[in-house]
């Protein structure tokens, strides 16, 4: 909401400088984003009047100009406007003025006496351009015909003015108007409000437009009016011009300018209509499948049951709320129009105009709140500037009420408001902020009932209340208090890590971090979660985000994709966060409400070199077994198992299940081929996502006494089939599960590669597998034969099981 300083000190004037003002506005949750001059500084420009143009003898685009400046004699400037004429009154830059520069940062624009084209200048006739006002330079800026000559033209123009620009939550409505904000700033200081009188307008004729409602939960009032005979090619007077341009809307046409110019002064969208274009009546309803309308910003979009319209009786012809259409506008052939103001339902405007891209003035206020208490007494004031600017004839006033919103009332408790805003507080003080605010009351020992007035969209419950007397009161009246609550710190269990463990795991491991939305692409969920129905956002920021996420796969393939288009050569990334699945079983709980639990994940991606630029070794990208033993470094001291699976993002035989005592954690494998297509990778990437909780625990360290006897070890080698896998070769020889043997580790694999003397005893399809076994008694020295015997035990038991052999 942009405004200039002194229309709103036209309404309301406190005693307080600019400064102060705008400190004001912030404190009381008007947040002042700007405030900055009307214009930048300049000095020894006036007002002059054109006495006579002369063509210049030298150049054909140079006038020589005659000029009054009520310097008590004339100048001759040289000028080189296309607009420049006798009788006009325009600023004068006096010789020794001083121009805004031409770039930012530059020195000041001195005016001296000069010649152009061997003819003598004395100043310098200004554009609105070059005094830095707008960046209009189709000629010299023309002031009104009664500017005082000889005036200086900051003072004429208000060019000392501070516009304001704040930046308001969706809770202040009532302050999208200069007048609004006035309401404000008058109950803040105490200054008196001033509300100028609306008198009606008195009709000439008694033509009136057939309107229905259809839709009373589309719109709860509708008035309007004819005007005929409007004279639509008036000027809008240069007041109105300047004071729109200071709050950052431009001219358009004098019809448009007072309903812009309503709608600024007291927050009241309304839309004026070219009565003759108009077939038949108007009906206000929702709209209908398949029906067309070409607004007038040239968009033309089709509506449906969810979009309130005006009709006519042929075609739709405005979109409620929002925007009017082009087949209805004003021109410059209009001469009657019907001026529309109603009270369009917040819940029903809300949303609409993002549905299509564009927003608008209208939609802003009318899907916040505007007051449906003062839709005649607009009218009758938009009634007044278009007789007072383009003539006219009205017509009588048409108001159809249908349904306004019941002001339920609001209980204050003065001591919950005391403990809530931290301060003691009186009856009297709370009852003194209601009165200042204009809200009607009644009380009772300990209460203040407020009933909201029509203004007030925001006022619902007893913290509205709260927040208005600690506006109004003032947020620096508030004490400095220390915290009441005791300050403990919390204890992680031993059993925990902390997530900053974690985090610096993977930094350590090369991995850098980054953090996604929690809403991503419907696509990313489909084809990488295999997630057929994600939870929806009801009101996404954007058509992309409109999913809530139940991986963190799809995230880390984006922060690829932008690596890539960077032409990154290595890439190592992770992420920790929540996702999100449906889970009927989970009702609430600090990880999930309404049946959706919200686990903790972690998820890495690796793709290029499996080391950065280097020469100590051979260049090769990692691979599968990089990221499993970054995952085993991840989990140390725990040890995960590795199991063969499918998961529907990555590659179906490059793909395992990782598991923590039995428990399943979370998957590790290379990007699907299809998805590595699909995303337009160059090759594919290792993925890992796993259980955060999972990974957080820990095993609690224990005491264990230092072995008395060496341990003693035994290389075998087996021969076995080639889908025996090594997590069933060491379940097979059961180390560490009581015996003599600790440990046993898998330290080479042979297959020959044809028939040879060394490959006699391997079929096709078998390979040798050599293992290191550690023995060890804590208790008793290892003999020969209790090593022989345990050694004999392993290659049986693996006999057994996995039908191995001894290798020779």
Same mark, same amino acid.
């Given at each position: 909401?942009?405004?200039?300083?002194?229309?709103?000190?036209?309404?309301?004037?406190?005693?307080?400088?600019?400064?102060?003002?705008?400190?004001?506005?912030?404190?009381?949750?008007?947040?002042?984003?700007?405030?900055?001059?009307?214009?930048?500084?300049?000095?020894?420009?006036?007002?002059?009047?054109?006495?006579?143009?002369?063509?210049?003898?030298?150049?054909?685009?140079?006038?020589?100009?005659?000029?009054?400046?009520?310097?008590?004699?004339?100048?001759?400037?040289?000028?080189?406007?296309?607009? $420049?004429?006798?009788?006009?009154?325009?600023?004068?830059?006096?010789?020794?003025?001083?121009?805004?520069?031409?770039?930012?940062?530059?020195?000041?624009?001195?005016?001296?006496?000069?010649?152009?084209?061997?003819?003598?200048?004395?100043?310098?006739?200004?554009?609105?351009?070059?005094?830095?006002?707008?960046?209009?330079?189709?000629?010299?800026?023309?002031?009104?015909?009664?500017?005082?000559?000889?005036?200086?033209?900051?003072?004429?123009?208000?060019?000392?003015?501070?516009?304001?620009?704040?930046?308001?939550?969706?809770?202040?409505?009532?302050?999208?108007?200069?007048?609004?904000?006035?309401?404000?700033?008058?109950?803040?200081?105490?200054?008196?409000?001033?509300?100028?009188?609306?008198?009606?307008?008195?009709?000439?004729?008694?033509?009136?437009?057939?309107?229905?409602?259809?839709?009373?939960?589309?719109?709860?009032?509708?008035?309007?009016?004819?005007?005929?005979?409007?004279?639509?090619?008036?000027?809008?007077?240069?007041?109105?011009?300047?004071?729109?341009?200071?709050?950052?809307?431009?001219?358009?046409?004098?019809?448009?300018?007072?309903?812009?110019?309503?709608?600024?002064?007291?927050?009241?969208?309304?839309?004026?209509?070219?009565?003759?274009?108009?077939?038949?009546?108007?009906?206000?309803?929702?709209?209908?499948?398949?029906?067309?309308?070409?607004?007038?910003?040239?968009?033309?979009?089709?509506?449906?049951?969810? $979009?309130?319209?005006?009709?006519?009786?042929?075609?739709?012809?405005?979109?409620?709320?929002?925007?009017?259409?082009?087949?209805?506008?004003?021109?410059?052939?209009?001469?009657?129009?019907?001026?529309?103001?109603?009270?369009?339902?917040?819940?029903?405007?809300?949303?609409?105009?993002?549905?299509?891209?564009?927003?608008?003035?209208?939609?802003?206020?009318?899907?916040?709140?505007?007051?449906?208490?003062?839709?005649?007494?607009?009218?009758?004031?938009?009634?007044?500037?278009?007789?007072?600017?383009?003539?006219?004839?009205?017509?009588?006033?048409?108001?159809?009420?249908?349904?306004?919103?019941?002001?339920?009332?609001?209980?204050?408790?003065?001591?919950?408001?005391?403990?809530?805003?931290?301060?003691?507080?009186?009856?009297?003080?709370?009852?003194?902020?209601?009165?200042?605010?204009?809200?009607?009351?009644?009380?009772?020992?300990?209460?203040?009932?407020?009933?909201?007035?029509?203004?007030?969209?925001?006022?619902?419950?007893?913290?509205?209340?709260?927040?208005?007397?600690?506006?109004?009161?003032?947020?620096?009246?508030?004490?400095?208090?220390?915290?009441?609550?005791?300050?403990?710190?919390?204890?992680?269990?031993?059993?925990?890590?902390?997530?900053?463990?974690?985090?610096?795991?993977?930094?350590?491991?090369?991995?850098?971090?980054?953090?996604?939305?929690?809403?991503?692409?419907?696509?990313?969920?489909?084809?990488?979660?295999?997630?057929?129905?994600?939870?929806?956002?009801?009101?996404?920021?954007?058509?992309?985000?409109?999913?809530?996420?139940?991986?963190?796969?799809?995230?880390?393939?984006?922060?690829?994709?932008?690596?890539?288009?960077?032409?990154?050569?290595?890439?190592?990334?992770?992420?920790?966060?929540?996702?999100?699945?449906?889970?009927?079983?989970?009702?609430?709980?600090?990880?999930?409400?309404?049946?959706?639990?919200?686990?903790?994940?972690?998820?890495?991606?690796?793709?290029?070199?499996?080391?950065?630029?280097?020469?100590?070794?051979?260049?090769?990208?990692?691979?599968?077994?990089?990221?499993?033993?970054?995952?085993?470094?991840?989990?140390?001291?725990?040890?995960?198992?590795?199991?063969?699976?499918?998961?529907?993002?990555?590659?179906?035989?490059?793909?395992?299940?990782?598991?923590?005592?039995?428990?399943?954690?979370?998957?590790?494998?290379?990007?699907?081929?299809?998805?590595?297509?699909?995303?337009?990778?160059?090759?594919?990437?290792?993925?890992?996502?796993?259980?955060?909780?999972?990974?957080?625990?820990?095993?609690?360290?224990?005491?264990?006494?230092?072995?008395?006897?060496?341990?003693?070890?035994?290389?075998?080698?087996?021969?076995?089939?080639?889908? $025996?896998?090594?997590?069933?070769?060491?379940?097979?020889?059961?180390?560490?599960?009581?015996?003599?043997?600790?440990?046993?580790?898998?330290?080479?694999?042979?297959?020959?590669?044809?028939?040879?003397?060394?490959?006699?005893?391997?079929?096709?399809?078998?390979?040798?597998?050599?293992?290191?076994?550690?023995?060890?008694?804590?208790?008793?020295?290892?003999?020969?034969?209790?090593?022989?015997?345990?050694?004999?035990?392993?290659?049986?038991?693996?006999?057994?099981?996995?039908?191995?052999?001894?290798?020779?």
């Amino acid at each position: 909401m942009q405004f200039p300083e002194s229309w709103l000190r036209e309404f309301c004037d406190p005693p307080i400088a600019t400064a102060e003002l705008a400190d004001l506005l912030t404190m009381s949750g008007m947040e002042v984003e700007e405030a900055r001059p009307a214009a930048p500084p300049f000095s020894g420009v006036v007002v002059a009047q054109v006495l006579s143009v002369t063509r210049h003898p030298n150049a054909d685009r140079l006038n020589v100009c005659e000029v009054d400046a009520g310097t008590g004699t004339k100048l001759q400037i040289v000028c080189g406007a296309p607009n $420049v004429r006798e009788g006009l009154r325009v600023p004068c830059a006096l010789v020794g003025a001083a121009l805004p520069p031409a770039e930012e940062g530059a020195a000041p624009f001195a005016i001296k006496l000069g010649k152009l084209r061997g003819v003598e200048s004395q100043g310098m006739l200004c554009s609105a351009r070059e005094l830095k006002l707008s960046d209009d330079h189709g000629g010299l800026l023309i002031l009104a015909d009664d500017a005082p000559i000889g005036t200086d033209i900051r003072a004429h123009l208000k060019l000392d003015d501070t516009l304001f620009t704040l930046k308001l939550t969706p809770n202040l409505a009532h302050c999208l108007s200069v007048y609004g904000i006035a309401r404000e700033v008058s109950a803040l200081t105490g200054a008196p409000l001033k509300t100028p009188a609306i008198a009606a307008v008195k009709p000439v004729h008694d033509a009136t437009l057939k309107v229905r409602v259809e839709a009373s939960d589309l719109c709860g009032r509708f008035s309007g009016r004819i005007v005929r005979g409007v004279n639509t090619r008036a000027k809008t007077p240069a007041w109105m011009v300047d004071r729109l341009a200071r709050c950052g809307q431009r001219s358009v046409t004098a019809l448009v300018d007072i309903s812009n110019y309503v709608m600024f002064e007291y927050g009241r969208p309304s839309h004026i209509f070219d009565l003759d274009k108009i077939h038949g009546g108007l009906t206000v309803r929702w709209g209908r499948a398949g029906e067309k309308l070409e607004l007038l910003n040239g968009n033309t979009i089709e509506v449906d049951a969810q $979009v309130g319209v005006i009709a006519d009786d042929k075609q739709v012809e405005s979109l409620a709320g929002i925007m009017g259409g082009e087949s209805t506008a004003v021109s410059d052939d209009t001469r009657n129009v019907y001026v529309e103001a109603a009270f369009w339902w917040p819940e029903a405007v809300a949303g609409r105009s993002r549905r299509f891209n564009f927003a608008t003035d209208a939609g802003h206020r009318f899907e916040r709140g505007v007051d449906p208490a003062l839709t005649v007494a607009h009218i009758e004031r938009i009634t007044q500037l278009i007789l007072d600017i383009c003539g006219g004839e009205p017509g009588p006033m048409d108001d159809q009420i249908l349904d306004l919103p019941k002001a339920e009332p609001v209980r204050l408790r003065v001591a919950r408001a005391a403990k809530v805003i931290g301060m003691p507080l009186t009856q009297v003080q709370c009852e003194g902020v209601m009165q200042r605010l204009g809200l009607q009351f009644t009380s009772e020992p300990g209460v203040v009932t407020v009933t909201p007035p029509s203004w007030r969209f925001d006022l619902k419950i007893e913290e509205d209340l709260i927040e208005e007397v600690a506006r109004i009161v003032g947020y620096r009246a508030l004490p400095d208090t220390p915290p009441l609550a005791p300050v403990t710190a919390h204890i992680r269990a031993e059993a925990n890590r902390g997530l900053s463990a974690v985090r610096h795991a993977l930094a350590g491991l090369g991995y850098q971090e980054t953090i996604g939305f929690s809403f991503v692409e419907e696509r990313w969920e489909h084809e990488l979660a295999g997630n057929a129905d994600p939870i929806r956002v009801l009101n996404p920021i954007a058509s992309p985000l409109a999913v809530m996420r139940s991986s963190l796969m799809g995230s880390l393939i984006a922060v690829l994709q932008g690596n890539l288009a960077r032409k990154a050569s290595r890439v190592r990334v992770f992420e920790t966060g929540r996702v999100f699945r449906r889970d009927a079983s989970v009702a609430d709980g600090n990880r999930s409400v309404a049946g959706v639990a919200q686990p903790r994940c972690v998820a890495g991606l690796a793709w290029g070199r499996v080391d950065a630029l280097q020469w100590g070794s051979k260049e090769r990208a990692a691979d599968f077994f990089d990221v499993k033993g970054d995952i085993e470094a991840l989990l140390a001291p725990r040890q995960a198992s590795f199991v063969p699976a499918e998961h529907s993002a990555l590659h179906p035989g490059r793909c395992a299940r990782v598991e923590l005592d039995g428990q399943a954690i979370g998957f590790v494998g290379e990007l699907h081929p299809r998805w590595r297509q699909g995303y337009e990778l160059p090759s594919a990437p290792m993925l890992f996502e796993l259980d955060l909780d999972a990974v957080l625990a820990r095993d609690v360290p224990a005491f264990a006494a230092l072995p008395r006897q060496q341990s003693v070890f035994r290389d075998i080698a087996v021969v076995a089939g080639d889908e $025996v896998s090594h997590a069933a070769l060491m379940e097979a020889i059961g180390a560490g599960q009581g015996g003599l043997v600790r440990s046993a580790r898998l330290f080479d694999i042979y297959k020959p590669a044809g028939t040879t003397t060394a490959a006699a005893d391997m079929k096709p399809g078998e390979r040798s597998l050599a293992v290191r076994l550690e023995l060890l008694d804590n208790d008793n020295t290892l003999t020969d034969e209790r090593i022989d015997a345990t050694v004999a035990e392993v290659i049986a038991r693996l006999g057994a099981r996995l039908g191995a052999r001894l290798r020779g």
